[in-house]
């Protein structure tokens, strides 16, 4: 691809609100311009932007640019005031969802030793990280919670299979890594189960990544979660 065009495509991008796909990015162009040649002038201008703050990502819903982890600590100066966290609570939960799915609330609670309180999967659904994708067969039929693109977005990562692994690798290192990731979404996948092996581990690592995430809100706990 010439130039030019990929310098239509990076304009688009910058200027872009939203993640942009591929096909996004074919109907900048009044030619046919092939899959191929797009996602080849994608990759050269990731690598025209290494030495930048900012960065060319691939993400669940498509491309976007965003500013590097190294730059956050500058960008922070313009904003002084601190996110609010979520609480531990919120974030136990959403690691096992995201490492269990699809999982029902009483499999959470089994997991967690404790009831999970309806404001923890409230501000989870608020914030469009999980979802009710079906019920199981069994007595009640319970809702089976997975997580959304959105989630994925959130955390800079193309699919599940990107989220940490963490038999080898410690919390905070994961976590590092998880804007990094550049791996191919399939978009007919299924939702995949991952079995949880820690879920204090899973939640720190999850919480770290979350504090990149814009908007983060605040959580109220009800005393079923206070008390473990």
Sequence with gaps: MDDHNKRVIETALLCAQEPLSVADLSRLFVDDISTADIDEALVELQRAWDDKGM?????????????RL???EYLDRLTPEKPPKYSRAVMETLAIIAYRQPVTRGEIEEIRGVAVSSNVMKQLED???VEVIGHKETIGRPGLYATTKQFLDDLSLTNLQ????LEDAAPMAAAEQLGQAIIEFDPDATVETVVITEVDQVAETVEEAAQA????T???????????
């Design 55 to 67: 960065e060319l990502v691939h993400i669940a819903t498509g491309w976007r640019f965003q500013s």
């Design 70 to 72: 190294s730059m956050r």
């Design 127 to 129: 914030r469009g990280w």
């Design 162 to 165: 990107s989220l940490p692994i």
């Design 213 to 216: 995430a814009e908007e983060v």
């Design 218 to 228: 605040p959580e109220s706990e009800d005393k079923t979660d206070e008390t473990k």
